[in-house]
T-cell receptor
Framework: AQSVTQLDSQVPVFEEAPVELRCNYS??????LFWYVQYPNQGLQLLLK??????LVKGINGFEAEFNKSQTSFHLRKPSVHISDTAEYFCAVSVRTGANNLFFGTGTRLTVIP | ETGVTQSPTHLIKTRGQQVTLRCSSQSGHNTVSWYQQALGQGPQFIFQYYREEENGRGNFPPRFSGLQFPNYSSELNVNALELDDSALYLC??????????????FGPGTRLTVL
């Protein structure tokens, strides 16, 4: 079985400051890793994904994430946040075989303070 | 490349009733997945359809059922509604069964409230 833990339910950060949103996963098989963002009253939008290769993945809107297999982590970072980054962020995993359904964490609410 | 739409936006039902939620995928997207997102939680996988056949199911009872049509539309049906069924229901489409090589594109969701 797969599970995803997002360690922080809420993260407040000042505008132009760096931010890290933490994600740890558990799985008995190899997985792919994702970060999605959900703006108010909208669906989920893919920020980035790790399938294979380089462990540092760059996504949209200046976000990046690093896959750490030994620590089973996939933390999301941005060096300088904007007001428009205020949203809910979800980490997710998918197993490498079978249906490509996603297992999501409970989300981290990022609030950027002016 | 988005364009996944869902209807209705909001819906209020009473316990015991039946509901049908609709999703329209992007042309060429043969796979549709449905997720339930309870308040304050991450989305949970309900089931997936590929070319009109169920291709996987999460831990949801049989009163949750689905259909996928050749015109890239799909439905989620829930019978005998319970209070705990109140949630945001999301559909997501992707091109095919290439697994996670295909990005899943999510619709805006349908907010279901069961009273």
């Amino acid at each position: 079985a797969q599970s995803v833990t997002q360690l922080d339910s809420q993260v407040p950060v000042f505008e132009e400051a760096p931010v890290e949103l933490r994600c740890n996963y558990s799985s008995s098989v190899s997985v792919y890793l994702f970060w999605y963002v959900q703006y108010p009253n909208q669906g989920l939008q893919l920020l980035l994904k790790y399938l294979s290769g380089s462990t540092l993945v760059k996504g949209i809107n200046g976000f990046e994430a690093e896959f750490n297999k030994s620590q089973t982590s996939f933390h999301l970072r941005k060096p300088s946040v904007h007001i428009s980054d205020t949203a809910e962020y979800f980490c997710a995993v998918s197993v490498r075989t079978g249906a490509n359904n996603l297992f999501f964490g409970t989300g981290t609410r990022l609030t950027v303070i002016p | 490349e988005t364009g996944v739409t869902q209807s209705p936006t909001h819906l209020i039902k009473t316990r015991g009733q039946q509901v049908t939620l609709r999703c329209s995928s992007q042309s060429g997207h043969n796979t549709v997945s449905w997720y339930q997102q309870a308040l304050g939680q991450g989305p949970q996988f309900i089931f997936q359809y590929y070319r009109e056949e169920e291709n996987g199911r999460g831990n949801f009872p049989p009163r949750f059922s689905g259909l996928q049509f050749p015109n890239y539309s799909s439905e989620l049906n829930v019978n005998a509604l319970e209070l705990d069924d109140s949630a945001l229901y999301l559909c997501a489409s992707s091109r095919g069964l290439a697994g996670v090589q295909d990005t899943q594109y999510f619709g805006p969701g349908t907010r279901l409230t069961v009273l």
